[in-house]
């Protein structure tokens, strides 16, 4: 259980918790929501004890195990398999000191530990892990100087699921996945054995992997059970209530105070009337709810051009000589909405630079309208922002000729008030710095907006800004994200990218998460065919065949202990009459080698034949 019990703390004398109190079980799930800047990844390093709390007390369970994702892994020669294996920091250790262990009964200590925390089968469920985040069975062997820090995110994200700690906190997890990864993440955190506590703005995430709300919000905690629908349901009706009990609270007080008013001047009546100053100053005020400022996007609206605007036939493209998309025919008219969908690395950012011209055809033919204007956003352009300028810079270069009233109104549009305008890109927030590059992919009014993963660091609040704003504007969309709420409510064609095609998806999204989440299903037999057995995937017989190689060489070496020990015994001088308490030792430490060989020999036999049932 995690108990955090009247907490305060403040941030250069902001007031972050203020008698903030929460309880969170053992093995929930819970989302931990509320607006940006209100203090959900400081209170992650509070009960990380990165930070001293300046009241009360956060308590966890003696010898409890806290993880996270601080930050990406490092980037050297280790293999993506050997850095998430070495997350789990007991078997790491125990695996070392097997190799150099002499004593027999230490020996017997390991190898019965290691069964325990079911060590052998660990290579396989890190491969498991690993491919659901993405990874292929050789990316998983290659060194992680090989990839790019978004995709060391993945290593360290993978690593501690598989270190399994007993609290788990992870902060936006998703910002770093498409959207395969994201719905395997949410079955994975859905079936795993501890607590977790997630910051995560993905309302897909928030209704099918928590089964609690944690809510931030005026410096206090909340729980509430359920998961985010349900806790947005709940939240509105306690806001009417509360709403109505103010306003008939302010229609007696204006009663009372209307007869204080009248009669406390008459003698007659002046006693009635200090007893309703009394009951007016005793009266508890109730506060309406104020209703937060209310997050906007507003998007230029572009002339009407002929359909299509633009059309593919025969299309190829790749990277110098490698062809990843080939076939391709298509047509986007303005009125479109279309959702890329596909697993990592199939091509789906291949074909929105080609759509945008950012990268050329290698055959085919494209046309397009000659007034054409194409908006394109992607998550690495938030990064080349330049931290040294404020947003009103940026947009100043973009339009000099422009008022700088009418280019302050322009990032009002997008929720940049008068502050943000001043503040250096450096210091904005994530969810700043996106609105920011949305509004400059926007800027000239193009008739097809192309967002590559737009709702990275944007709150709920932001998230369903933009669907108005793309549900309101008039030209076309592609869109690849890995928020399934955005999806199902901006997307109605759906392009599937996959072994090099791109085709229509004539399905709905929840049948290719069904898809996603069941990639081994076998196909349905003809009715006169017997069933076949379901052969193992080519990762899981890897991870069989490493099984076996370990219980082969966890036998060797206690064959090797085993033999010394018998030799051992066998010298005449061991059972000399004073040597009797020494014979006892050795008889001991060759019966607890002996026990453990067979525990080896039986895992290993075990192994072995459902390798050989795998491969047959």
């Not at 003698?267 to 009635?272: D, F, G, R, W």
């Not at 008739?447 to 549900?471: C, G, K, Q, W, Y």
Request: proline fraction near 4%; include cysteine.
């Amino acid at each position: 259980m995690l108990r955090i019990d009247d907490i305060t703390y403040s941030v250069e004398g902001r007031p972050l918790f203020e008698g903030a109190s929460a309880t969170i079980p053992a093995g929930h799930k819970v989302g931990l929501i509320g607006r940006n800047g209100a203090g959900k990844t400081t209170l992650f390093r509070l009960i990380r004890g990165e930070l001293a709390l300046e009241g009360g007390t956060i308590s966890l369970p003696q010898r409890a195990r806290i993880g996270g994702v601080a930050q990406e892994v490092p980037g050297n020669e280790v293999s993506l398999l050997d850095t998430v294996l070495a997350a789990d920091t007991e078997r790491a250790a125990l695996m070392a000191e097997a190799e150099t262990a002499t004593d027999p009964a230490r020996i017997a200590d390991i190898q019965t530990r290691l069964a325990d925390i079911d060590a052998w089968s660990a290579e396989g469920r890190a491969s498991n892990i690993l491919r659901g985040l993405g990874f292929t069975a050789e990316e998983q062997l290659m060194p992680c100087s090989a990839f790019s820090g978004g995709w060391r995110m993945r290593v360290a994200l993978a690593a501690v699921l598989f270190a399994e700690p007993d609290v788990l906190l992870l902060d936006e997890p998703t910002n770093y996945l498409d959207l395969e990864g994201a719905l395997w993440l949410e079955s994975y955190l859905a079936k795993y054995p501890h607590t977790v506590l997630i910051i995560s703005h993905d309302r897909g995430l928030l209704n099918r992997a928590v089964g609690a709300i944690l809510h931030l919000e005026n410096r206090s905690l909340t729980y509430y059970t359920g998961p985010y629908d349900q806790f947005a349901r709940q939240r509105a009706e306690q806001r009417a209530v509360q709403a109505a009990q103010a306003k008939k609270q302010e229609a007696r007080r204006a009663h009372l105070q209307s007869f204080v008013d009248r009669f406390k001047a008459k003698a007659s009546k002046a006693k009635q009337a200090q007893s309703r100053v009394k009951m007016l100053e005793k009266m508890d005020r109730i506060t309406a709810p104020e209703d937060a400022a209310r997050t906007v996007f507003t998007f230029p609206e572009p002339e009407e051009l002929s359909p299509p605007i633009l059309a593919v036939e025969g299309g190829k493209t790749g990277y110098g000589d490698t062809v990843i998309l080939r076939n391709l025919n298509l047509r986007i008219d303005q009125d479109d909405r279309i959702a890329l969908l596909g697993r990592n690395g199939e091509g789906k950012s291949t074909l929105s630079k080609m759509l945008s011209d950012r990268l050329a055809m290698m055959e085919g033919k494209m046309t397009r309208s000659s007034k054409l204007r194409i908006g394109f956003f992607a998550q690495h352009q938030v990064d080349e922002l330049h931290i040294d300028e404020t947003p009103l810079q940026h947009i100043q270069r973009e339009r000099p000729g422009e008022q700088q009233a009418k280019l302050r109104a322009r990032l009002a549009g997008f929720g940049l008030g008068a502050d943000q305008a001043e503040t250096e890109v450096g210091r904005l927030s994530g969810g700043q710095k996106a609105r920011l590059s949305l509004l400059l992919a926007t800027l000239d009014a193009p008739h097809m907006l192309i967002l590559d993963e737009p709702t990275n660091h944007l709150d709920i609040e932001s998230r369903e800004a933009l669907v108005e704003a793309l549900t309101a504007y008039t030209g076309a969309v592609i869109l690849v994200s890995h928020d399934m709420h955005l999806l199902s409510l901006v997307a109605d064609r759906l392009w599937l990218v996959k072994d090099g095609q791109v085709t229509p998806y004539e399905d709905d999204l929840e049948a290719y998460r069904r898809m996603l989440l069941t990639p081994d299903k076998p196909a349905k037999p003809a009715k006169e065919e017997a069933p076949k057995p379901k052969r193992p995937s080519r990762d899981q017989v890897l991870a069989m065949k490493a099984e076996v190689r370990k219980g082969e060489e966890r036998v060797n070496k206690l064959n090797e202990m085993r033999d010394k020990l018998a030799k051992k015994l066998a010298d005449p001088a061991l059972y000399e009459s004073e040597k009797v308490g020494e014979l006892e030792v050795w008889n001991k430490k060759y019966a607890e080698v002996m026990d453990a060989l067979e525990r080896a020999e039986s895992l290993w036999m075990s192994a072995l034949e459902k390798l050989e049932a795998a491969e047959a």
